[in-house]
């Protein structure tokens, strides 16, 4: 069995007396992509920052390679290999792509001038690594120039640069076409042949469905249900059974699968 | 250090070609090393078509004139003085920021330059003294900006306005008269002449080489132009946003504190308004420069080019053989054109 790199215990969250998570369990594999679903509100967010450290849980533990950690914080998240990618905001779009691989991070020789030929080769290897190629950019081209998928590419090349073991991919498809999308799940395969972890979060029941290995379904704070790839024979399926999650009593029943489909997307 | 940064000068268009031709992964639409030279500086040339363009119509309307080496050597007298601080401000406007306490801090440091000069130290204490001055003053207006979470353009407006009517109370409109300066060693080696050409240009071009340098190859620009360009991100990726928008100012401080000791080696004299004249054709040649106003991005080159072109435009106008009434004129035609040059010249992305 593959190593368990991270490991949430019964995490619960509370602003006040309002519940934003009550007694979460998730973990994630080495090599492994999960895909997190769920609908507005139903907890992700939350989720995220407490992955982060940016948010403290209420209650609940957090185990890294199996060992509880205390003082759960955003250096400790780092150090952990946790690198959140955000849909927007997170790219400098007038800069190269190299420039910001290395935000923050710039690969400096003698008084901090820049190693210009180690940064691109350095960027062209990760670009490499995820299979991102092109033949019309380089690691010198203006990030507003690319695609929103290839965008997330240059996002994800940078966490791989940042060391991370888990990256955590917030609702990466969501404004992107169908060939951007197919762009986006090319690297997420080539970051998991590598050995790295994915959680991809999303509520495009179809997209996550066709990318992740194990699926969980949040709603309302809980977990409503994991599932591994082989249990689960269709994206219906799981829109079904998220219908039936949030509208207990059978009103799924009422409705064809097309229109269920539709309020899943 | 010149030794660890010469290969790294001639690397992007190089280093792009090989990177591509080698692997056949990354091949660059412009994968001719002058395409990519001029795509990559597409603003500084931009500028610099601007300059040869109005000098051409300015020699043409008198030819005889821009022959005689004076009207080039009054330029080169006073353009170094703009040039110590154009460079900076392109730094703070990529940051997305604007510094017009500039005027001030030229004149406060030169203040501090001449009282130290007039108490009878080595004028070289009166340098370092400015530009320690700079440096304080630059950092008070960051502060003042980042930390007061100010306005650029308001706060330094006031500290522009503050500061100098500090001067002005202290000193009570007098100015200070440096004697002795030209008999210095400080004096013949900022402000004397070589083979005719006023040494000053030569400090001034290598000011802008070391700065250009800074902004192109060294993580401080770097830094500056993804603040710039988008702070929420730089600040995730563990870059100290505040730090590096108060470094800038404090850049601008020792800009402004060689430009206010320079313009007062020139004249041997300091004056209360020192540096005031400043304002207006500094800023319009950042912009003239082809540095846009929204931050990210910017060039230092063209600023430089920027500063030439502003301080031809007076010369030039006279000496073509119009009267005095036209230069303003020319000065907002000038910037106009530039504007809509680079307008259309610049991709913008956001």
């Given amino acids: 069995m593959a190593e368990r790199l991270i490991e949430l215990r019964d995490i619960a969250k509370s602003y006040g007396h309002v519940y934003a998570l009550g007694g979460v369990n998730l973990s994630v594999d080495r090599g492994e992509v999960v895909g997190l679903i769920g609908d507005n509100g139903a907890g992700k967010s939350t989720l995220i920052k407490i992955l982060s450290g940016v948010v403290k849980p209420t209650s609940g533990d957090i185990l890294i390679r199996g060992k509880p950690v205390t003082g759960w ?19 400098a779009v007038q800069q190269t792509i190299v ?30 690594e995820i299979g991102f190629t092109s033949k019309v950019f380089t690691p010198h081209s203006i990030v507003g120039q690319l695609s929103g ?69 949040l709603d ?15 994206a219906e399926d799981l829109i079904n059974f998220m219908e039936d999650v949030a509208h207990p009593g059978g009103l799924a029943g009422l409705h064809d699968t097309g229109a269920a489909e539709q309020r899943a997307r | 250090m010149s030794k660890t940064m010469e290969p790294d000068l001639h690397e992007p268009a190089a280093g792009i070609s090989r990177q591509g031709g080698s692997q056949n992964e990354w091949k660059h639409p412009s994968d001719h090393w002058m395409r990519g030279f001029i795509l990559d500086n597409r603003a500084s040339l931009g500028t610099l078509g601007v300059f040869i363009v109005m000098m051409a119509v300015f020699m043409i309307a008198n030819p005889t004139v821009f022959t005689t080496w004076y009207l080039y050597s009054s330029v080169l007298t006073t353009l170094p003085v703009a040039l110590f601080v154009v460079v900076p401000l392109v730094f703070v406007v990529t940051c997305g920021e604007i510094d017009l306490s500039f005027p001030a801090t030229m004149g406060f440091a030169a203040w ?28 008070l207006v960051g502060s ?30 007098k100015s200070l008269a440096l004697t002795g300066l030209a008999d210095s060693w400080a004096y013949r080696i900022f402000s004397s002449q070589v083979l005719g050409i006023p040494v000053q240009i030569f400090w001034a071009v290598a000011f802008v080489v070391l700065s250009a340098m800074l902004y192109n190859r060294h993580r401080f620009g770097a830094q500056v132009k993804v603040v710039g360009d988008n702070p929420d991100s730089a600040q995730q990726m563990g870059i100290d946003v505040k730090r590096v928008r108060v470094k800038v100012f404090v850049f601008v401080g020792i800009g402004a504190a060689i430009a206010g000791t320079f313009s007062v080696m020139i004249n041997f ?18 912009f003239v420069g082809g540095t846009p106003t929204w931050g990210g991005i910017g060039t230092v080159a063209g600023g430089a080019i920027g500063a030439v072109t502003v301080s031809f435009i007076q010369t030039g106008v006279v000496a073509a053989g119009l009267s005095g009434f036209y230069v303003q004129f020319f000065n907002g035609l000038i910037i106009i054109l530039s504007l809509l040059g680079h307008k259309w010249n610049q991709a913008r992305y956001r």
């Fill in chain 1, 220 to 234: 309302r704070g809980k977990v409503a249900l994991t599932a591994d790839r082989s249990e689960v024979k269709s």
């Fill in chain 1, 149 to 217: 998928g290839e965008r997330q590419g240059v996002a994800i090349a940078r966490a791989i640069y940042k060391q991370a073991e888990l990256i955590v991919l917030d609702e990466p498809t969501t404004a992107l076409s169908l060939t951007e999308t197919a762009k986006v799940f090319h690297f997420v395969r080539q970051v998991r042949a590598s050995g790295r972890s994915i959680l991809f979060i999303g509520h495009n029941i179809h997209h996550v469905f066709d990318i992740a290995d194990r699926f969980v379904v």
């Fill in chain 2, 269 to 286: 004299t300091w004056w209360p308004t020192a540096g005031d004249g400043y304002l207006l054709p500094v800023l319009a040649s950042v």
């Fill in chain 2, 112 to 139: 501090i330059f001449a009282l130290v000069v007039q108490a009878g130290y080595d004028p070289f204490l009166g340098i370092i003294a400015a530009i320690v001055t700079g440096m304080l003053l630059g950092f």
């Fill in chain 2, 144 to 173: 003042l900006v980042v930390y007061g979470g100010l306005s650029s353009l308001i706060a330094t407006l006031g500290m522009n306005f503050l500061l100098r009517g500090l001067i002005q109370i202290i000193n009570e409109g």
């Fill in chain 1, 99 to 128: 420039r910001n691989i290395f935000m923050g991070r710039e690969l400096t020789g003698f008084l901090g001038w820049l190693k210009v030929s180690k940064e691109i080769e350095e960027a062209s290897r990760l670009m490499r």
């Fill in chain 1, 73 to 91: 914080n955003a250096a400790r998240s780092r150090e952990a290999g946790i690198e959140t990618v955000f849909q927007d905001r997170a790219l």
